[in-house]
């Protein structure tokens, strides 16, 4: 079955290196769909590079489309590059940025309203693991993020489950672990939705987590950054 892996590359990779990852994924048919997230400046030059059939998407919008935001990048913008996603509420926005729940909603809404696709990060920090808070922060997330979301096509909803601890950490959640979460999400989001799991994915632990019941891909840090291992993940055997 055909899985989504989703590179999100932080503010990482120069331009050279993004265009030499291009080429080196044009030589190969991918057996999983594949999109990339570069950072907002190079979005232009990898919707150019990009080989045909891989979505080119950005890591943050603003909820607005036009006006006095100085600094701010607008989801209209990225729809009329032809930009097809955009990553929201991910760990490091919540944490380094603070976004809330409330101004993720926003964003999702207008993003969703413009008929690009979200994907909408949800994830505990290890602290609230350990208190067994797991399933309520998630349920918040989801709650008060997906909320008021207005008319949209329900196939551009994608949620990320992205556990705060294992982000860049290479402590991975064990595929029963991921499993646990995303059965919960599904159930209470209903099945339609795509469930990635993101967290020190690598092309050795890639087959085990796809494998699972509501792990529908991955949302890849790391590991996207290298055209080997991401050509590695998008093979990945499930
Ligand atoms: P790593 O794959 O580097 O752990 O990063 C995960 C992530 O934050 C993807 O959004």
């Known amino acids: 079955m055909k899985k989504l892996i989703v590179g999100n590359w932080k503010m990482n990779q120069t331009l050279p290196l993004a265009k030499a990852f291009f080429a080196d994924l ?27 059939g891989i979505w080119i998407g950005a890591q943050n919008v603003s909820n607005e489309e036009h006006g ?24 490091e926005r919540r ?6 729940n409330a101004q993720l909603a926003l964003k999702v809404r207008k993003s969703l309203s413009l008929g690009l696709a979200v994907i909408y ?9 350990e208190q067994n808070k797991t399933f309520e922060v998630i349920k918040t997330q989801l709650n008060d993020g997906l ?23 290479g402590k991975v959640a064990t595929p029963a672990q991921a499993q646990e979460v995303h059965s919960a999400i ?5 099945s339609k939705t795509t469930l ?12 085990e987590l796809l494998k699972q019941k509501d792990i529908d891909g991955a ?20």
């Open 219 to 238: 949302l890849v840090g790391g590991a996207s950054l290298k055209p080997s291992d991401f050509i590695a993940l998008c093979q990945a055997p499930v």
């Open 147 to 169: 909320k008021d979301l207005g008319d949209y096509n329900p196939d551009n909803l994608i949620v990320a489950y992205e556990p705060v601890w294992a982000i860049g950490t």
């Open 26 to 52: 044009k030589t190969v048919e991918l057996e999983h769909e594949a999109w990339i997230a570069p950072q907002a400046f190079h979005v232009t030059a990898c919707l150019q590079m990009a080989p045909e």
């Open 95 to 100: 944490q380094l940025f603070n976004e809330t």
């Open 121 to 129: 990060c949800v994830g505990e920090t290890l602290a609230e693991r």
């Open 196 to 207: 990635l799991y993101g967290g020190s994915v690598k092309p050795d632990n890639a087959s």
């Open 186 to 190: 599904r159930e209470q989001l209903g």
């Open 68 to 91: 006095a935001f100085t600094g701010e990048n607008s989801p209209f913008s990225l729809r009329e590059l032809g930009g097809k996603f955009v990553i929201i509420g991910h760990s």
